[in-house]
């Protein structure tokens, strides 16, 4: 990037903020031009301002600019540098002059004809390179450059230059549907044909979280969609993927090199070419993609996508910056990008058109590939209207979407609108939130490893946890495992040091059991049904494929807790455990929890307890196995288990 020792920019309309270089001008400036060719606009002084090694000057004007046109600020011994368009781009009327609300953004084929349209209204020129040829795009209505060829490009591999603000970017097609190897260029995809079908409503929902490269030892989405028999015998409703669109930090070329989960998301409508059976060919990729999201489906499943719009991981060599340079993005007070996910740059979705984006890729998820649902990372960064247009959009479409993400409260960069955090889930009653105070009742305190839960030592908490079976769910998921912090099994192991392993098992057991039997939606880590361990690591985000890969694990070894698991998945789905009301009391510590003509009891002791009672009853779940055995009067309730039993 060139250096000057000035920096012009157009805040607004009206509005030049000229920040400059005290070494360079110690003297305060008297005159400031804008010029164009042969155009000169005088710039009036409203104020001056020093800041650090700068002085700031706040200039006015009256006449009206083209907007992407090239001006340049002018002043003593006619110093010129270039205009940047700034902070105009985030103001309500750019915003309602250049918002562009069709749906055929990006490589588009239709009726024989392949158009490419971008958004880009500060940009001056855009072109189009493919087939290792340079076109020149149009500039129309909205600030959308335009071409279009005849005939279907399907396959062809291209990106843009973009000229804005004086410089000349190269960049891939933020509406890419397609990519090759490390996101260097886009490419065309016909995905003119919608592939979703309606499904029924799910009840009891129970959720399992899963990488795709952890799934299997190939990591593909074709080896995933050709073992799915594990899965699908456990019964579970959706299947959520960790995010499976194109990410940076694995080389394409050699995935072996660097292990990732994918939250650092580069281009979020092609899929991550690592993924694929040949990374050379993107059509196969996502025609393999489609294939895991079928196979899903034919196997009882829902499919749940992981998105990650809170932020992007090389904002300012993204697709975004470089075509519409400061919109997509959030700023703070010295112009630099907010990062207060400490993932890099926030996503700045009160922008009218940011907005759009998110919309428009999870509606072409949803009809292209037949998706049933998003989580959404870092939710708390997005503003509440977007994710309520979000939400009304995918209704429309499926009914049955179900929507969900982490709503933890966090500090973000705006502070002026509300944020999708749990504060605010009165006003998002279409989306279901991570309830981590489920998660450190009855695990314990994620942050704290020794620190225990109702279930890892801290039986106190019983009245807390009994709260959470019967009060109503009100968009709660309930989970004490998901891929972040340390796995269940681990945590167990630091709560109850001095344990066997089949008292940790046992403990194991009974959190997926409070999991599963709480009111709310049910959610199960990978790995978590076999007692998965990763040697204490509280994030294996980047660590390696030996700690996370699944096929590493024996789960022959915990077959009994894989079953146990199964058993109740089932039990919940027949019997809508969770999703009707109950009433419920604590004795001894001990939960008894009323559901109809249903009775669950919540032992947390190692020691088992006596439980009597009038008349007789059959167990319907045992802790271990279903069974239709008959019980008279009293009934001895295992230690550190949970059983079901039902009135006659």
Not at 190 to 215: A, L, M, N, P
Not at 257 to 270: C, E, K, R
Not at 552 to 558: E, G, L, P, Q, T
Not at 635 to 643: D, E, M, N, P, T
């Amino acid at each position: 990037m060139q250096e000057y020792m000035l920096y012009p920019y157009l805040d607004n309309y009206h509005t030049v903020t000229v920040e400059m270089s005290e070494r360079f001008f110690p003297n305060q400036e008297k005159t400031f031009h804008l010029f164009k060719e042969k155009e000169l606009i005088p710039l009036k002084i409203e104020k001056i301002a020093t800041k650090r090694d700068k002085i700031i000057y706040t200039l006015t004007f009256e006449p009206e600019i083209t907007i992407g046109d090239d001006y340049y600020l002018m002043t003593y011994n006619n110093y010129c540098v270039p205009l940047i368009y700034r902070y105009i781009v985030k103001t309500d009327r750019f915003n309602q002059e250049f918002y562009y609300g069709s749906d055929d953004l990006g490589a588009v084929v239709k009726n024989g004809v392949t158009s490419f349209k971008v958004w880009a209204p500060t940009a001056k020129n855009l072109w189009l390179n493919i087939e290792d040829r340079m076109y020149k795009m149009i500039k129309g209505d909205g600030g959308v450059f335009h071409l279009s060829f005849d005939g279907n490009l399907n396959g062809t591999a291209y990106n843009y230059l973009a000229e804005v603000n004086g410089r000349t970017f190269k960049t891939i097609d933020p509406y890419g549907k397609g990519q090759t190897p490390n996101s260097k260029k886009s490419v065309v995809v016909d995905y003119s044909q919608d592939d979703f079908t309606v499904r029924d409503k799910s009840d009891s929902i129970v959720i399992y979280e899963v990488s795709v490269r952890d799934y299997s030892r190939e990591g593909t989405f074709k080896a995933m969609s050709e073992n799915l028999a594990y899965l699908r015998d456990l019964s579970f409703t959706h299947l959520q993927l960790l995010p499976v669109n194109d990410f940076a930090s694995v080389n394409d070329y050699f995935p072996a090199m660097y292990y990732n989960w994918g939250y650092d998301p580069v281009s979020y409508q092609a899929l991550q070419s690592s993924y694929f059976s040949d990374i050379q060919n993107p059509l196969l990729g996502i025609a393999e993609f489609k294939q895991l999201v079928k196979s899903i489906h034919q196997n009882g499943m829902k499919v749940v996508l992981d998105v990650v719009f809170n932020h992007h991981y090389n904002a300012a060599m993204s697709s975004f910056n470089c075509l519409v340079p400061y919109y997509y993005f959030r700023y703070d007070e010295d112009g630099n990008f907010g990062e207060k996910t400490f993932c890099g740059a926030e996503f700045d979705s009160r922008q009218l058109m940011c907005q759009k984006f998110f919309t428009d890729t999870l509606v072409y998820f949803v009809k292209f590939y037949d998706i049933d649902g998003f989580r959404f990372d870092l939710m708390s960064f997005l503003d509440v209207k977007t994710m309520q247009e979000i939400a009304r959009v995918l209704k429309n479409i499926r009914q049955d979407i179900l929507l969900y993400g982490e709503g933890w409260m966090m500090e973000t960069s705006d502070k002026e609108v509300p944020m999708a955090n749990m504060a605010h889930k009165k006003q998002l009653p279409d989306y279901f939130f991570f309830d981590d105070g489920f998660r450190d009742c009855f695990k314990g305190n994620t942050f704290i490893k020794e620190a225990q839960g109702y279930i890892s030592g801290n039986v106190d908490l019983a009245p807390k946890a009994l709260e959470y079976f019967i009060k109503p769910a009100n968009q709660r998921i309930n989970y004490v495992q998901c891929h972040d912090d340390m796995t269940c099994f681990d945590k167990l192991k630091c709560c109850c040091p001095n344990e066997e392993e089949k008292l940790l098992v046992a403990r194991q057991k009974l959190l997926i059991g409070c999991v599963l039997m709480s009111r709310g939606l049910g959610f199960l880590g990978a790995g978590q049904e076999f007692c998965i361990s990763k040697k204490g690591l509280e994030s294996c985000y980047n660590v390696s494929d030996e700690i996370n890969n699944l096929s590493n694990y024996d789960k022959d070894k915990y077959r009994d807790v894989i079953d146990y698991t199964a058993q109740l998945i089932e039990l919940k789905k027949h019997y809508h455990i969770g999703d009707v009301d109950c009433t419920g009391y604590v004795q001894d510590n001990l939960l008894f929890v009323n559901i109809d003509y249903l009775t669950i009891i919540v032992n947390p002791y190692i020691n088992d307890y006596n439980y009597t009672f009038a008349g007789q009853k059959r167990v319907v779940f045992d802790g271990q196995k279903k069974t239709n055995g008959i019980i008279e009067k009293e009934y001895a309730v295992k230690g550190l288990s949970l059983v079901i039993l039902q009135e006659i």
